[in-house]
């Protein structure tokens, strides 16, 4: 089978899993986005997927996404772009310039510089707060003991509106108490989104009320190992 067909292939069965789960938690398939993270992979690998009529995709890194996504942006202007890889203070210009949501805010100074540059420039993406379930310290995301002021801050000091909360749970652990937990943090905060849920545990976080999945290698396959993953 030639790769694009296997890109489709799996796109499609992707989907169909997220109808199934989201039809036996009594939930709309629609109110599932799924965002296609395709971080290490050429514009090629994501080209079928485009040609397939996707349109939500993820990346980890600025400035692999600004090598990639300009030229497939130009084509497409209807996708969206989200980022779910760590952001640095100095890329904040350059992230609000090309995505279209922001899932890792997790600190006030990076709020805050992220909040004015959305007010210099006019571009308005969605910013996720990232909450680190799992307390690990090398992970990105704000504890999940100071969530509530955080979200706080982030809408009264800095303006900023909050669309969801994210949350990547640690490896080495079941998932199901990290997504619920990240649901009672959105639900006392009056926070809507919930990005949760990868390749692994996609069904999981949608049986727990995810409303974006970001799915990567169930649909454009093992990554190549060479990249460094973590850092925007
Ligand atoms: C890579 C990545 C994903 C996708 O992971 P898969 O297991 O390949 O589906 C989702 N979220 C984040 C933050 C990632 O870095």
Same mark, same amino acid.
């Given at each position: 089978m030639a790769p694009d067909t296997d890109i489709r292939d799996n796109l499609e069965k992707v989907k169909a899993r997220i109808a199934a789960a989201a039809a036996e938690a009594g939930r709309s398939a629609a109110a599932v986005t799924l965002v296609a993270v395709a971080k290490s992979h050429p514009a090629a690998v994501i080209r079928p997927a485009l040609q397939a009529g996707h349109r939500v995709f993820g990346e980890n890194r600025v400035q692999e996404a600004e090598a990639k996504w300009p030229a497939l942006k130009a084509d497409h202007p209807d996708l969206r772009l989200h980022l779910v890889g760590g952001l640095q203070r100095n890329k904040?210009?350059?992230?609000?310039? !090309?995505? #279209? &949501?922001?899932?890792?805010?997790?600190?006030?100074?990076? &709020?805050?510089?992220?909040? *004015?540059?959305?007010?210099?420039?006019?571009?308005?993406?969605?910013?996720?707060?990232?909450?680190n379930t799992g307390d690990e310290p090398q992970k990105g995301g704000v504890a999940?003991? #100071?969530? #509530?002021?955080?979200?706080?801050?982030?809408? *009264?000091?800095?303006?900023? &509106?909050?669309?969801? !909360?994210?949350?990547?749970?640690? !490896?080495? #652990?079941?998932?199901?108490?990290?997504?619920? !937990?990240?649901?009672?943090?959105?639900?006392?905060?009056?926070?809507?989104?919930?990005?949760?849920?990868?390749?692994? *545990?996609?069904?999981?976080a949608i049986r727990l009320g995810a409303t974006h999945v970001r799915v990567g290698t169930a649909i454009f396959?093992?990554?190549?190992?060479?990249?460094?993953?973590?850092e925007a």
């Open positions: 904040v210009k350059r992230a609000v310039a !090309l995505f #279209d &949501a922001i899932e890792t805010i997790d600190n006030p100074r990076l &709020a805050r510089a992220v909040a *004015d540059e959305m007010a210099r420039s006019g571009r308005r993406p969605q910013c996720f707060v990232q909450v999940p003991a #100071d969530a #509530d002021a955080f979200i706080a801050a982030c809408r *009264d000091d800095f303006g900023l &509106a909050i669309a969801g !909360l994210m949350c990547v749970p640690p !490896l080495e #652990d079941e998932p199901s108490p990290h997504f619920a !937990l990240l649901r009672e943090i959105a639900k006392r905060n009056g926070v809507d989104g919930l990005s949760m849920g990868m390749s692994g *545990d996609f069904e999981t396959g093992e990554r190549p190992a060479v990249k460094q993953e973590t």
